[in-house]
């Protein structure tokens, strides 16, 4: 976990904590969007039943558990529907019981609408949607909203966008002062734009860090395809090309009042509801068409498929098996929900009571699936020792097989059974629950009667039943899987139980189609390589001078720039010091004056460990790194421009030629330098020179280039004197005023700072 | 134990079923006497000079300012809890005004923690230009001068009541959200009630109320501050 992640928990945890004056907003979600794909797996139940051992066997004089729930329907609300006339469906729910009013607007524009391109582009604009209108900055629509404690969000999901407000009943009108502004004449400021993009970025980053959100992602890929929406995932690529003008043009497509449900809920007066929307929504008018709906035709199952995505060093297996689901109108869909509880549900359910019997008790897991309103994904989800991954597979696979083979028994199917139902009654309590659940009824064209009578379908299945909807839904013997973990640990262990998988790293990016097409190892380009290299190696000073530098100091004057669309354009001065010793050793000290004081800060990286450090006047502090930062610190050792010319000599790196291409004018040859291990980098040589222009390679989940010119003599080598390195937002330009090759290196720049 | 503990029932129950069923499933638990609570006892040492430390860099950059305040029962937490609201209560509130709008800090907030036993009054703020960490600390300081110079607008006022009653009135539209309050009262007062009044005694704090807790509880020499700076980008 980050850093970040953990400071972020304390904080909700401290502010969580008392009887608190804070509001908490409510932010209702719409079923489906694979939330049971990246849901972490539920801790199993704490039923005693640790191991084949049953501490509560044989005991007498336990309480009796309560009998199980009788289904009956709802007490629901009376629902009234209609329609505004500029199309928008309406769907209300009195409740006087409750002081709050929730209002809540779905629009049909979500992720299954966006290209594999501009993926994410439904979240940027439901990001940027509440940041100003035409008429009102967002300093304005948050002043209509404060002054009554009210609050609005806006989100996006698989199918929908989702614009929800809550308020007390004595004050709900801010709600309709502010929704039909914001979903008619939102003004999408560029820096709200941008703003939006960088958010989706780092969360699209961050999901790929998380080994459980990383195991959903690749889930999502390999059972859906390249070709399948599904399968597709926002990136740093994705979000980069996401500009203001398709905001403006996918707000034009989809938000219009034809295309919408708008749903409330709470203390309202019925009668007069109409008359108040009708007005509230006047300025929003129909217009167009209805944009249709792209389908995509589900993947045909075959055989099982199995990807294992390698992190080196993690202890944990994080494990994903499924298939396709079912639709939300399937006749199944009840059954299905049935026989889920049973797998993979709550307490005591066949998954978690297997599973604690799998890897010392230490595996945990759970299954859920998607509620769309076309065929989502069912999933198993589970988290074990890596040394117990395969084990944990199949006993999932187990699993799932036996719930198809036999019907569970009459107590086991009403324990399952009370339990949804349990569980379904405290998701209808509040205004907003209420609301969002005839919103999400409205969608997906069902009648409000199907929540008034959702635990009577429930109490109706039968054991048989649910057998044959998890014969029928459930594919033990060709499922798609998914396990993140140590593939030195994982991969023995499913070759062992004839599983057969490929294998990424988890630096790769998700889909096939995001990952660059290995460069073709013809011959010819094998030798035009080799031949670039000797003659780049000549140009710069010989091998054996480059061999022979054992130490390097190279000072300059760097200017940076950071653009961040939060707080803009940062611009920094600094005198940077890099101190280099063979093979493994690199310092970087950079001085900066902050606020009139004298502050140095940098990075060291003594063979397999680094640290970072900070002086400022009389302070100072030190922090190890983790290990993936130790791990791009060598990556960066081993680009450096010098030494990389000497990388195509090691054991198992291998050096192509690509086609010729221009660097800022300058005819250049380019070849390719991968590692064994695959990691690699694109240089460009001059061709009347041969000297380094260019680098380019990927940096964890951006791209990098790193330019030369200015080349001068120094102890008999060509170095670069102006380096400009661009990462992502960020910019570093170099100007070189010293160099010194082979000077004595005191080792105590390499010491480990004591705590 | 029983004499240790608070049993809760919300919902559509009536009392003759509630007491049948709690003396079914509890009842037959042993009656002991209340456990101390050597808590109650301590009595917190009160700060004499401002503390700091710098701990290793994160991801991002953290400034945390903590203040001792009292426990759950004194007459001073409602003011401390609305002058949270004032300052970090999302946009519109002083802090976040002053740091996220500013670029200074991407998040920024105030929160009272209130307990059975002294508490704590905190402001946070997360940023990511280690250029920026003094001028966020100072940032935070200067806040609650602001503060103590002027006390919080009308307008500040009116909206820390509105958002205290809504949230509120969030929390006890379930069952589960009624419960929790009851319970929270319980543990934090002793009285399962005291949640009801609650709200009036917050909606009737003054600006000379939130003048007095400043300058008793958040002043220079009472606050502890961690900072985190920011990492390698």
Known sequence: ??????????????????????????????????????????????????????????????????????????????VDAFTLPNGLKVVAVEMHQTPMVSVQLAVRAGRVDATRDKMGIEQVVA?????????????????????????????????????????????????????????????????????????????????????SQLAALHFQNLLWGDAHVRGWAASQRTVDS??????????????????????????????????????????????????????????????????????????????????????????????????????????????????????????????????????????????????DAAATVRAILHEMKALGDAPPSQSE??????????????????????????????????KADSLRDYPLALGKVTPEQAKAAAARILDPLAPAMVIVGDAKKIGPQLTAIGISFDTVKHSDPVGGWERAPKPEHSKEAVAKA???????????????????????????????????????????????????????HMRRDIARDVGGQKAVSGI????????????????????????????????????DPGRILLRHLDKGTTAVALPDQKVEGHPCYVVQ???????????????????????????????????????????GLAVAHHRVTTEGPTQFDMTITNVKFNVNVPASLFEKPKK | MPSNALLVVVGDVDKATVDKSAKAYFGGLAKTPVPEHPAAKQVEPQPTKARRKQIDSGQVGLVLRGYPIPEATHKDIYALQVLSIVLGSGPGSRLVDTLSKAGLARQAGATAIVREHPGLFLLYAAFDNGANGDKVEKSLFDQIKA?????????????????????????????????????????????????????????????????HVISTYLTPERSITVVSPPGKR
């Open chain 1, 413 to 446: 199917l009403a324990l399952a059974v009370t339990h949804a139902i349990g569980q379904y009654l405290l998701s209808m309590e509040t205004s907003a629950e209420l609301g969002n659940a005839v919103l999400a009824a409205a969608l997906h064209g069902m």
């Open chain 1, 530 to 584: 080799s031949k670039i290299l000797a003659k780049a190696l000549e140009a710069k000073g010989g091998a054996a001078a480059l061999r022979g530098m054992k130490t390097m100091i190279l000072e300059g004057d760097a200017k940076g720039v950071i653009r961040d669309p939060k707080s803009g354009t940062q611009k920094f001065t600094a005198h940077v010091r890099r101190t280099f010793v063979t093979p493994d």
């Open chain 1, 127 to 211: 990001r940027a949607l509440l940041a100003g209108t035409s008429h009102r900055t967002a300093d304005q629509l948050t002043a209509v909203l404060d002054p009554v404690g009210a609050a609005i969000h806006a989100q996006s999901s698989y199918e929908n966008t989702l614009i929800s407000c809550q308020a007390r009943a004595d004050s709900w009108q801010a709600c309709l002062d502010v929704i039909p502004d914001v979903v008619a004449h939102p003004s999408f400021p560029k820096d709200a734009v941008d703003a939006a993009r960088l958010e989706l970025a780092q969360a699209a980053a961050a999901r790929r860090k998380d080994p």
């Open chain 1, 1 to 78: 976990m980050t850093r970040l992640a953990k400071a972020s928990i304390v904080l909700l945890a401290l502010a969580a904590c008392g009887p608190g004056a804070k509001t908490s907003p409510v932010i209702p979600t719409l079923p489906g969007d694979g939330s049971a794909n990246t849901a972490a797996p539920k801790a199993p139940a704490d039923n005693g039943n640790k191991g084949a051992d049953d501490p509560w066997a044989g005991r007498e004089g336990l309480i009796d558990a309560p009998p199980p729930i009788i289904p009956r329907a709802l007490d629901l609300p009376r």
């Open chain 1, 673 to 715: 330098v991968r590692r064994a291990d695959g990691l690699a980098s694109t240089l460009f040589f001059d061709k009347k020179t041969y000297l380094l222009r260019r680098q380019s390679y990927r940096s964890e989940d951006s791209s990098a280039v790193e330019t030369y010119d200015d080349y001068k003599t120094v102890g």
């Open chain 1, 242 to 387: 996401i500009t203001r003008k398709d905001v403006v043009a996918w707000h034009k497509k989809y938000f219009v009042p034809q295309n919408a449900v708008l749903a409330v809920a709470g203390n309202i007066d019925g009668k007069r509801l109409e008359a108040r929307l009708r007005r509230a929504f006047r300025t929003w008018r129909k217009r167009g068409r209805v944009p249709a709906r792209k389908t995509y035709k589900v993947p045909d199952r075959q055989r099982l498929r199995a990807r294992v995505v390698d992190w080196p060093g993690m202890q944990v297996a994080y494990i994903r098996v499924g298939n396709e689901g079912l639709k939300h109108t399937d006749p199944d869909f009840y059954k299905a929900v049935v026989f889920n509880e049973i797998l993979g549900g709550d307490v005591g359910s066949r998954l978690s009571r297997r599973l604690a019997q799998t890897g010392g008790g230490q595996a945990q897991g759970s299954s859920g699936f998607d509620r769309n309103f076309d065929v989502g994904l069912y999933v198993v989800s589970a988290a074990a020792p890596a040394a």
């Open chain 1, 604 to 639: 060291v990286l003594a063979g397999n460990q680094a640290w970072a450090f900070e002086q400022r006047g009389n302070k100072q502090g030190a922090g190890e790194l983790p290990a993936e930062l130790v791990e791009a610190l060598k990556q960066q050792l081993w680009r």
């Open chain 2, 147 to 211: 503060l103590a110079a002027k006390p919080p607008t009308a307008a500040e006022l009116r909206k820390a009541r509105a958002l205290i009653l809504a949230d509120f009135s969030s929390r006890i539209e379930s069952a589960e959200g009624l419960a929790g309050q009851v319970g929270m009262s319980w543990v934090l007062t002793g009285d399962p009630t005291q949640f009801t009044r609650d709200i009036a005694q917050l909606e009737a704090v003054t600006g000379a109320d939130i003048a």
